[in-house]
């Protein structure tokens, strides 16, 4: 039991670049979400997805996109990154909506911009 | 606009002391409020609370909210060199729509 797995775990990325952060989760999850964590910061919410086919911005979507074809799956597109996109970013997953039920998190990609 | 705030920051401890965190909120229509544990990587999930008053424990930690002042604290006693982590707490509010709200952690360090 995995549980969410994310890919890769370190990313060095040139300015203007694009990248696609993988998730993938087994534990049959309809919610799913996209966090940066910045150092001295809490978490912030980028997407989120309630279900397959279904995805909604949360606090900080610019430069962002994602998708929903699977509910297992749930990647997040860079187009042209950015120093700014210089972060962590964490992958979760839960059963009912996540201001309710506990997320389950990947263990991050850790990406810097140059 | 929601809010989070927890304190402190930061706290360094020796090993056997008893710590308590603090997080208060400012959130409309309050759902949830939730503890995670931060060591090197993923958050891990501690507590959810709900209810004012009642007590959620899980060995040496415990976590009370307080509905009327609008805080959480989150105790640990007896502390261990691998209590040492980030102490992220979130609180879910809003009605249909998702929202969670994260303060930005305590980093806890316990000295042996």
């Known amino acids: 039991n995995a549980g969410v797995t994310q890919t890769p775990k370190f990313r060095i990325l040139k300015i203007g670049q694009s990248m696609t952060l993988q998730c993938t989760q087994d534990m049959n999850h309809n919610y799913m979400y996209w966090y940066r964590q910045d150092p001295g910061m809490g978490l912030k919410l980028i997407y989120y997805s309630v279900g397959a086919g279904i995805t909604d911005k949360g606090e900080v979507p610019n430069g962002y996109n994602v998708s929903r074809s699977t509910t297992e799956d749930f990647p997040l597109r860079l187009e042209l990154a950015a120093p700014s996109q210089t972060s962590v970013y964490f992958c979760?997953?839960?059963?009912?909506?996540?201001?309710?039920?506990?997320?389950?998190f990947g263990n991050g990609t850790r990406l810097t911009v140059t | 606009e929601d809010k989070v705030v927890q304190s402190p920051l930061s706290l360094v401890v020796h090993e056997g002391d008893t710590v308590t965190l603090n997080c208060s909120y400012e959130?409309?229509?309050?759902?949830?409020l939730l503890w995670y544990k931060q060591e090197k990587k993923a958050p891990t999930f501690l507590f959810m609370l709900?209810?004012?008053?009642i007590e959620k424990k899980s060995g040496r930690l415990s976590s009370i909210l307080d509905k009327k002042e609008l805080f959480s604290i989150l105790n640990i006693t007896a502390t261990q060199t691998g209590d040492s982590a980030v102490y992220l707490c979130?609180?879910?509010?809003?009605?249909?729509?998702?929202?969670?709200?994260f303060g930005k952690g305590t980093l806890l360090t316990v000295n042996p």
């Open positions: 959130v409309t229509n309050f759902r949830s």
């Open positions: 979130a609180v879910g509010s809003g009605g249909s729509n998702y929202k969670l709200t």
């Open positions: 709900t209810s004012s008053g």
């Open positions: 979760a997953s839960s059963w009912q909506t996540g201001n309710n039920s506990p997320l389950h």
